[in-house]
């Protein structure tokens, strides 16, 4: 009857196109207020982890005058103090039987509400905030709905790009390119599914609403509710060890309804364990590209020159799937010991291109290794600026069969799928970020991109300016553009001049040519 009720309730619409506005316009809002950059995206998760909770008490179906009126009136008897401590309140309740629940309130309470700005925020302010993220943001968010999940994520990952850019190894991952990732592994109910370095939580958060909503198919609602408890407390696993990003993934876990989020605070070089119990089927990963080599194991430094001495990680950030691919050959070996049957896991990762080209001595020996005991099944180019206005790198999706060898047992390479993906229909947006553009029907033009992707991939077909397929090895490059034919049908002056541009600006920056 809930179903029905939901289908005519006028106020509960998904408007994607509004909260995204609205989000810009409460980002301002904050701004005013003195809520640093770096705070807001988990101090608007914490809060409206708050405002879900009140409205769902007070079992309103509808958002509107009337109950925002009550809850301001409510909210106009107590203190800023009081406000406080009833979203602490709130947290710690969602946290009940929660993994490691004292350290994730310790870690909200410290970056979140015992921050001296926060704490400067007077009654009104506060009032302001709840009445804008309601009325502005979570009214046009049916949060029962995927389309609602989908949007209530992207409401959560905007704030991502207001982060400051201190730190220039941050790329959070944008939502439609994790979308295409659950697809290509075919995320369903019956997987398992890990980040090890998980990040706000984007993979997570994704693959988790596809599985929802395969829960639902064709089961009753007493079956469905069955399913998606096991889906939440046994198919969710994350690792991340920054203090920041960590608590910004329990609190999108916490705001898609995950309560009991199988989320560790730890580097995932020191949680081996905890991945062998996960036993994933799907791995989903977009690891740092700069990270810091004191943080890796000497084991996998042992070929690095000077190891010590680097600023950034030479791989990449291949040795973090390099490692994650150690683990499941441990795995695999246990399996074996015991007479049971091997298991592969598909790892869909997020590297540089410059680790897919693969120029150098270490990057060779890395690419060498991921395919002593795993298939590289497809690498797409994905858009410049993928990451805008994030980090700077242009990234490709790589696809991987991890437990089964890239030579096969009759001594040939498996043929891997090569997509040049550098167009997804979105366009740079002052203030936005990168914004997906509607056709004149009001269809999504990514989504037709996506199914185009998917297809090509699905039946190995190749197109020229569009995909390849080819045999290769570590040495080899791993991009489309090393072996797909140009459709130069296409191609017109617009083309040659920027072609001519780009050249001129990477003469300039390597010092070759020097501006007049």
């Known amino acids: 009857m809930e179903h029905y009720v939901r289908l005519f309730d006028t106020n509960k619409q998904n408007d994607r196109e509004k909260v995204l506005k609205n989000t810009y316009d409460l980002n301002e809002l904050l701004h005013k207020m003195d809520i640093k950059e770096d705070l807001r995206s988990q101090f608007v998760g914490t809060t ?3 405002i ?11 958002i509107d005058d009337g109950l925002v009126k009550s809850l301001k009136d409510t909210w106009k008897m107590m203190s800023a103090e009081t406000i406080r401590a009833a979203i602490k309140s709130t947290l710690d309740d969602l946290l009940d039987d929660s993994d490691n629940k004292q350290k994730k309130i310790e870690l909200l309470q410290k970056n979140v509400l015992n921050d001296q700005k926060v704490k400067k925020l007077k009654l009104e302010h506060w009032i302001k905030i709840l009445e804008t993220i309601i009325t502005d943001i979570y009214k046009y968010i049916d949060a029962d709905s995927s389309e609602g999940q ?39 109910r019956s997987k398992k599914v890990l ?39 046994k198919h969710i696993f994350g690792i991340e060890n920054e203090e920041r990003a960590y608590g910004l993934s329990t609190t999108n876990m916490l ?41 890796i194991p000497k084991e996998y430094k042992k070929n690095w020159k000077k190891a010590e001495d680097k600023k950034t990680d030479p791989t990449k950030g291949f ?53 002593k005991h795993n298939t590289l099944e497809a690498v797409f180019t994905l858009p410049n600026e993928i990451f805008y206005p994030g980090a700077s790198a242009c990234a490709c999706c ?10 096969k047992s009759d001594g040939k390479a498996h043929p891997t799928f090569f997509g040049y993906c550098k167009d997804d229909g979105f366009k740079k947006k002052k203030n936005l970020g990168r914004i997906e553009q509607f056709d004149s029907n009001g269809d999504s033009i990514w989504k037709k991109i996506e199914e185009e992707w998917l297809d090509l991939y699905s039946f190995k ?52 040519i020097y501006e007049a």
């Open 195 to 233: 980040d090890a370095t998980c990040g706000s939580g984007s993979f997570l958060v994704q693959a988790m609403v596809k599985e929802l909503a395969d829960c639902r198919r064709g089961k009753t609602e007493e079956e469905a509710k069955e399913l998606m408890e096991i889906v939440k407390k």
């Open 150 to 188: 989908d949007i209530l994520n992207l409401f959560f990952i905007a704030f991502n790009k207001y982060t400051g850019k201190a730190d220039k190894n941050q790329a959070f991952t944008p939502d439609h390119i994790t979308e295409f990732m659950c697809r290509l592994t075919d995320v369903d």
């Open 319 to 371: 040795v973090f799937i390099h490692f994650i691919s150690d683990v499941i050959n441990e795995m695999n070996e246990e399996l074996e010991r015991n007479n049971k049957p091997r298991k592969t896991v598909k790892l869909a990762v997020l590297l540089p291109v410059a680790a897919a080209i693969g120029n150098g001595k270490i990057l060779k020996e890395e690419k060498s290794d991921m395919l």
């Open 52 to 62: 879900k909770d009140i409205i769902s008490k007070t079992g309103a179906n509808n």
């Open 398 to 407: 790589m696809l991987f069969t991890l437990g089964q060898p890239h030579i």
């Open 461 to 512: 077909r190749i197109e020229d300016g569009k995909s390849s397929i080819a045999i290769v090895d570590g040495d080899s490059e791993w991009l489309c553009e090393a072996y797909m034919k140009t459709d130069y049908r296409k191609l017109s002056e617009k083309d040659f001049q920027q072609t001519l541009n780009n050249y001129l600006a990477h003469l300039i920056k390597e010092g070759e």
């Open 255 to 295: 705001i898609h309804g995950d309560g009991n989020s199988n989320i560790k605070f730890e580097s995932c070089f020191k949680c081996k364990s905890f991945i062998k119990e996960a036993d994933p089927d799907i791995i989903l990963m977009n690891p740092p590209y700069n990270a810091k080599p004191i943080g």
């Open 48 to 50: 409206l982890l708050y």
